[in-house]
């Protein structure tokens, strides 16, 4: 694939080929011989091109680039892929501490706004910043190139522009060179996506890193790599062997980092391990595809907590809820601590089942640390700072399911008329299937709303009827609108955000049961209750 363009300050080693034996003295010439300080790594394998970010001449975090898909990764899987493709050339940019947090947070965070630039006006996208008075970094993205704008209080105080804008750094004021920068791209439009946060912690396995360890990094995160690999790998192996057949998990490395000891821009140090010569990591087998199972009678579902907050609830009704840090998970919990593939809650004949899947830190369910534990209604699991809740409605909270859907990972609930489809009967409006369920919204405060025969107003005008806080929130955002025999369809009217129904942008939407409603950073549930 083509390599990405991203700013730099200079280019110190442009797509030479490093055997990874070498990376550690290549490492020790430039932040100790050269003194360079910051700066990135950039690796372009055939399907994608993997970061490394060094803050104060130490690893700091890794990011992947595939497509136009951007992750944050721990420093572990860098070198991973760096042993799957020993062959892939190899760059080192120098950069600025700023533009380096900027290229981080395109990396590690979800934008609050993305748009074209033939559909939106970059100067009014401008003036909303300088109006809000926020802090902000702006990326922009035309074919392989990549921008980034750092703002303080709503106004630009740093461009950093590819090669090819190198003429928008004369105009006069910042303001004008990102619009030049933007006006002069190709034809086909700039992808601008503007971050709200921006501020990003180091990787959980940055600590690793001290005057022990400095001049063998590749060892050190090859043998991280290898046990993460092992751990994930178990677990899946696991699931073709009876209870009886089952070896114990694998060794899980040391106890994983807290999030308590993250900070933006400080990397923690600490004592690592002393890892014997890793072989090369080898991807985990895939996993069979089980059948989905049948759940009869009321679906039960999980509600997660941190601390007393409530952060969603999950329906059972897939028949498996995963919990783990990888995005994938269907309970995705975004802390070191936590192993990529934690545990799993899934149905099994007529009992639901919590299993923990090898993981560093262990589940615990009411107290006590298990690796399979049938669950009852109440149950209290507990990964790491996170709470979870089993819930086993009665019969009359929620529709009998006689054959399992398959809802997609956004969705929170069970939608009783696809389910009612999937059986081969014509689908009910909801409150036709349900005549005791009242449409509700849960709104971001966790207060429920009756949806009643009138028309609702959401944005952040006073006169809102749900008022919504945001930079690109407009005064009169949204509407949700009686369609009659208890449905309800929600109508963007205007606002840069958008309004996102279970991830995907909408102009307008007839709400089911469990939708989930996304306007800027706030979040509404979309709820059939008693």
């Known amino acids: 694939m083509p390599s990405p363009r991203f700013p730099a300050t200079a280019t110190l080693l442009d797509a030479k080929i490093c055997p990874l034996v070498k990376f550690d003295l290549l490492f020790a010439k430039i932040t100790q011989e050269r003194q360079i300080a910051d700066g990135y790594f950039l690796q372009a394998h055939p399907e994608e091109t993997t970061f490394l970010f060094v803050v104060n001449g130490s690893p700091y975090g890794a990011g992947r ?20 493709h020993p062959e892939s050339p190899l760059s080192f940019f120098v950069a600025h501490k700023r533009l380096l947090l900027g290229m981080m947070v395109l990396f590690r965070h979800r934008p609050a706004l993305q748009f074209t630039t033939d559909l939106v006006d970059m100067q009014e996208v401008l003036n909303k910043l300088a109006a809000r008075g926020a802090d902000a970094i702006v990326g922009t993205r035309s074919g392989e190139e990549w921008a980034i704008t750092i703002c303080t209080k709503g106004k630009p105080v740093a461009n950093y522009f590819p090669a090819s804008g190198a003429e928008a750094l004369k105009e006069p004021t910042l303001d004008e060179q990102l619009l030049v920068y933007v006006f002069t791209r190709p034809q086909g439009g700039v992808t601008v996506d503007v971050y709200e946060e921006t501020r990003v912690a180091p990787a959980g396995d940055a ?6 360890t400095r001049g063998r990094l590749s060892e050190v995160f090859l043998t991280v790599a290898f046990r993460v690999a092992e751990e994930e790998a178990a677990p899946r ?3 073709e062997k009876g209870p009886a057949e089952r070896a114990p998990s694998a060794a899980a490395p040391g106890p994983a980092a807290s999030a308590d000891d993250e900070e933006a821009f400080v990397v923690s140090t600490g ?10 990591p080898a991807p985990p087998p895939a996993a069979p595809v089980p059948a989905r199972p049948v759940i009869k009678g009321p679906i039960p579902d999980v509600q997660l907590f941190l601390g007393e907050k409530s952060l969603g609830t999950f329906s059972l009704g897939k028949g498996e809820l995963t919990i783990g840090r990888n995005p994938g998970n269907d309970i995705l919990i975004d802390n070191v601590g936590v192993s990529r593939r934690h545990s799993v809650i899934r149905w099994s004949g007529d009992r639901a089942v919590v299993e923990d899947l090898g993981s560093a830190n262990g589940t615990f369910v009411n107290g006590e640390k298990i690796t399979s ?3 009852r209604d109440g149950d209290e699991i507990v990964v790491l700072k996170h709470k979870l809740i089993y819930r086993l409605p009665k019969e009359a909270a929620a529709p009998r399911v006689e054959v399992a859907q398959d809802v997609g990972q956004k969705t929170m609930y069970i939608d009783a008329a696809a389910i009612a489809q999937a059986a081969g009967k014509a689908p009910m ?7 005791k369920l009242r449409p509700r919204l849960i709104l971001p405060d966790l207060k429920k709303l009756a949806l009643e025969d009138e028309e609702i107003t959401l944005g952040s005008g006073a006169d809102c009827k749900i008022q919504l806080s945001g930079m690109f929130v407009a005064k009169l955002h949204g509407k949700i609108i009686p369609e009659g025999e208890g449905q309800f369809r929600i109508v963007h009217v205007a606002g840069l955000a958008g309004i996102r129904v279970n991830g995907t942008k909408i102009s307008e939407h007839i709400l089911k049961h469990g939708d989930e409603i ?4 706030q979040k509404l549930l979309f709820r059939l209750e008693r």
């Open 237 to 239: 192996l696991e699931l």
């Open 518 to 521: 996304e306007i800027g950073k």
């Open 373 to 375: 534990h049938e669950l």
């Open 207 to 212: 600590s690793l890193v001290t005057r022990e």
């Open 429 to 435: 409006r909801p409150e036709a299937a349900t005549p």
């Open 271 to 280: 004592t690592a391990p002393t890892p014997e010569a890793p072989p090369e």
């Open 65 to 84: 680039l595939a497509g136009n898909a951007c992750s944050f990764l721990e420093i572990h899987e860098f070198f991973a892929a760096y042993s799957r």
